[in-house]
């Protein structure tokens, strides 16, 4: 069984950080692409970040604010989130495109989210 499991959420005041991280365990093979989604109250699930390589891609609304990382290694994948904004309060979620065994395809894996809140 393959699994995501995100730690590191919780409530923090305008301006402060929050790091939030996201491992991968189970019967691995390869790991491509990471990254990290999230959900307002009401709201669809968007992007936040995503690294693949050693490319990274990330939302209009936390470029210059958030950065994603990733230990290939240990197969986790960092969100450092500094000078956070009311309007970043979320369900956060880790997302990884993982395949298990050499002749299998990438499948989409998801966590199961963790709470950021941005409140004084």
């Known amino acids: 069984q393959v699994q995501l499991v995100e730690s590191g959420g919780g409530l923090v005041q305008p301006g402060g950080s929050l790091s939030l991280s996201c491992a991968a365990s189970g019967s691995i093979f390869s790991i491509s692409a990471m990254g990290w989604y999230r959900q307002a109250p009401g709201k669809q699930r968007e992007l936040v970040a995503t690294?693949?390589?050693?490319?990274?891609n990330y939302a209009d609304s936390v470029k210059g604010r958030f950065t994603i990382s990733r230990d290939n290694a240990k197969n986790t994948v960092y969100l450092q989130m500094n000078s956070l904004k009311p309007e970043d309060t979320a369900v956060y979620y880790c997302?990884?495109?993982?395949?298990?065994?050499?002749?299998?395809?990438?499948?989409?894996?998801w966590g199961q989210g963790t709470q950021v809140t941005v409140s004084s």
């Open positions: 690294i693949s390589g050693p490319w990274t």
């Open positions: 997302h990884a495109d993982m395949k298990r065994n050499r002749g299998g395809n990438y499948a989409s894996y």
